[in-house]
């Protein structure tokens, strides 16, 4: 006999509704069924019907309880004995004259609010059951009217054990449900392994999720669930070494068996289940919390402490160990390079380990992911010096002052990255990764020591003998002339606004400009195609203060020794610029910080005002980076256009405006994160003036007050031009003054919006080439690309200058710079022969494009094969900003790039070429690409 099921009073009106459908002699009703004492109201139409319910366990209740009710009482009845057979006069007192049965189908439905309920869910008894244990109605609705077994199923774990509902019911999710939360009270009992539920529920989750999700239940239940999760991340990284290493597998037979003692050999005996494991670990990190996942890591850790073991899971991208080993390999290249020779070999293998660290998880956390930017910028600098030119050989070709030639272009194009990084990569020195960035810093930071000497040497030496003339350079006094003065002249269309920013270096200026970048602000053309492809170098006056160097820009002329420095007047000086008015611009409005930037460091309304006034150019000055100089050391303050306040509101006013922006510095300046003093004072960190009979000291070039500024009553200055000696202590970031490439050799880029052509075609009926944008230029090493075959930087070769003139009456000589004949021209080098890819000719001579026209072959040539071929040379993959800089086009247009290159070689609608954004990868299916060009031949 069916046992009675329990009805809650829900159940019982739903029960009554159904039976008093159609009219019967009597309202009184009998249900096999237990449930309490209580009362219940049914609306039918004869008017709002009062039923009692009353329990019957034999039949002397059945019969008490009708004799008990009033005449006019009607009773429900739930008879929980068999009563197929009642006595005549017991059948004449209820309707129907039997004992109803309630339909389990009935009941499952009304729990999910559904019409009925498949066959599968109700041969599974012990599935009913469960879920009529609980006789309250889901607080969620179902798809459908028919309750099915997975849905069935999904509900119980909701109930009984707080699984959600809704979702795909996958193993990754199982895993994660169960090593977030512990089972609930009561949980064993109900729906255990040992209960006949629990025994269908397994056989469930085996068939429709998968076998990890039986392991997993049964691990949950024993409180090993994290265990399960643990393992999925040792698994992940171990790959085909948990089947091959001895000790690996090992540290995992151990952690196996005390999941389940059957998994002690699983790596042998069951290697699908294992495979299926590791594959859980993607999944299974990104649903984890993050507190969870620390703690699933830790225990993860805990299985493989043994060293010997974590060096098996070194390519697993969660676990510490992985982390740690890679940084320690990565710490050994490190060193190396620091202390010897360095190779391509040396590259690679950083190169390897620093992908690694960055695709770690722990990349993504504060202090990890500030080692791995350190440690990212330390592999520069090797790529950097297995890439560096013989700037020796380079300065020999360039005549007597070669030096301040090579090493001020070479700045520009390389020194100033090196600068970037090399700040970057200070902080702590405690792990061994973090002192083996050190010692590869204080590599590059001897190798900048010699250059800034030789340049401050030869700088001193070029002003002294009268600054010859030079393709190569430019004094700062000719700044204006060259970026601002020659972008207007004859040029009616073109509008600029000239924005120096006090101080800022070219280390700064080269973060400044990737950050534009992104904002789709780059350096124009103009700015780029009238020297090469190169940025020119523009040199400050000495010393290098704010002072002297800006009066000089402003003014077009070199500040004499003694002269006023009141900055006051630089408006004066730019209004008046002779240059600017050569080139039919009057009277060009300045203004100073007042008039810049607001009491919050926001663009002022005037400023704003000035950008949109029909003034052709116009210039502001903006203080930002050279007031942050004098700020804490413990806060790095990045130079973009999120932290110099008014700078990114002013690109966007240029833009509104059709401007573009000429960004220039007055002077540069050193960090001063290893600075010292060199024991003596001076009239400022970096400078000191000297009377005539006064001698220049170790690390101090001299200049005298023919060539440089001094007050009245000095004869000279002494500067330093190491980056790490000062006069005195310092508590700045940054100090200028001196005589360093970073100190001298000072930015000036005209930039403009990537809609700067177009606005000004529009407005002005001008189409002109030279608005267009183009990245700024940045060496292949930044992208830690293979180097080229050093040789000789190809600098520019100005012509042969004059020999120094004799020494004046109580100037300095400078003994490494002796007066002496000019070198002979040096010997025409033979011409190189530029190695074609062969994926470039393939793809121009290929038969894939026949039928194209004329003009569309010229693209093919110029633009796609290029293109295409840049990617394959490269192994098929490029970062986004990577391919973006080689090609000539701002990270944003990438999408677009790729877009034109699958109209050409995405061949029968298969993805040959494709972008990702959410990993910001370009990628080429080389092997593809390769068949079909095989086919067309």
Known sequence: ?????????????????????????????????????????????????????????????????????????????????????????????????????????????????????????????????ALLADP????????????????????LLFRAAGFPHDGELSEARLVQQCATNAPPPGFAARIGAATAVGKELLGYLGRSVGPLAVLTWRAWEAGKARTVAALAFVLDGGGERVRTDAGLRGSLALALKGVDPVLADAPKQDPALIQRWAALAGD?????????????????????ADREVAEALAGSRYLRVAFESTSQRLARVLHAAAAGPIDAGQLDEAREALERLGHHVLHKAQESGELVVRARMAVRLIAYLLSRPDLEKSAALLGSYGHVFALAEHYVAHGAYVDFARARAR????????????????????????????????????????????????????????????????????????????GMSWANAVELLQDCELKQVAPLRWSLGRNGGRVMPMLAALPSLTGVSRAALFAGKRVKAGESLDTSKDPERFATHAGLRRAGIDDAVLYLKDSVETSSGDLHPKAIELVRSPDRVVGLVINALDDQLGGARQVRVPADLGHIKPLGRLLVEATEANRAVLLIADHGHVRTDRMTSVGRSGDGKRYRYLADNEKSEEGEVVATNEVAWVPRGKAKVAMLYRDCDAYGSTAATGEHGGASLAEIVTPAILV?????????????????????????PRPEWWD??????????????????????????????????????????????????????????????????????AAERKRLREVIAPRVALLADAGGAMPADVFAHRVGVLPHAVGGVVSELQEWINFDAYLVVEHDPRSKRVTLNVPLLDEYLKEAG
């Not at 309250?136 to 609705?141: F, I, Q, R, T």
């Not at 028919?146 to 509900?155: C, E």
């Not at 990190?285 to 805990?302: G, H, I, K, Q, T």
């Open 136 to 155: 309250k109605p889901l607080s969620y609705g179902i798809a459908g009217s028919t309750v099915d077994l997975h849905t069935a199923w999904r509900a």
């Open 752 to 776: 403009g919006s990537d809609q700067l052509r177009r606005r000004v075609e529009v407005a002005e009926g001008r189409d002109d080439s030279e608005l267009e944008v183009t990245p700024f």
């Open 784 to 853: 830690l690309a293979a180097p080229a075959p050093a040789r000789p930087q190809p600098a520019s070769r100005p012509k042969t200058p004059p020999p120094p003139p004799p020494p004046k009456k109580n100037q300095p000589l400078l003994p490494i710079f002796e007066a002496a004949p000019p070198p002979p021209p040096p010997p025409a080098e033979p011409a190189q022969t530029a190695v074609e890819s062969p994926w470039l000719t393939r793809l121009c001579a290929s038969k894939a494009f026949d039928g194209r026209t």
């Open 284 to 304: 299974l990190y990104l649903r984890l919390s993050d507190d969870v996942a620390r703690a699933v890591l830790a225990e993860a850790n805990e299985v493989v």
């Open 427 to 502: 902080g702590p020195v405690d792990s061994e990764l973090e002192k083996s960035i050190e010692a590869m810093l204080a590599r590059a930071d001897a190798l900048r020591e010699r250059d800034d000497e030789a340049f401050a040497r030869a700088y001193v030496a070029w002003l002294n003998s009268g600054s010859p003339k030079s393709p190569t350079v430019i004094p700062i006094s000719e700044g204006l002339d060259v970026f601002a003065a020659a972008f207007v002249k004859d040029q009616p269309h073109r509008r600029l606004l000239v924005a120096l920013l006090d």
């Open 1 to 129: 006999m069916i046992e009675a099921p329990h009805l809650s009073m829900a159940d019982l009106h739903d029960e009554l509704a159904l039976i008093h459908r159609r009219k019967h002699r009597t309202y009184t009703t009998a249900l096999y069924a237990t449930g309490e004492q209580g009362e219940l109201t049914l609306k039918l139409d004869a008017g709002d019907i009062r039923f009692q319910a009353r329990p019957v366990r034999c039949e002397l209740d059945f019969r008490r309880a009708l004799a008990d009710a009033a005449g006019t009482e009607h009773l429900v009845l739930l008879v929980d004995y068999p009563a197929d057979r009642l006595p005549a006069d017991l059948q004449g007192r209820i309707a129907a004259g039997k004992v109803y049965p309630v339909d389990r189908s009935r009941r499952v439905a009304r729990l999910f609010g559904a019409s009925a309920v498949s066959p599968e869910v109700l041969s599974c008894r012990p599935l009913c059951d």
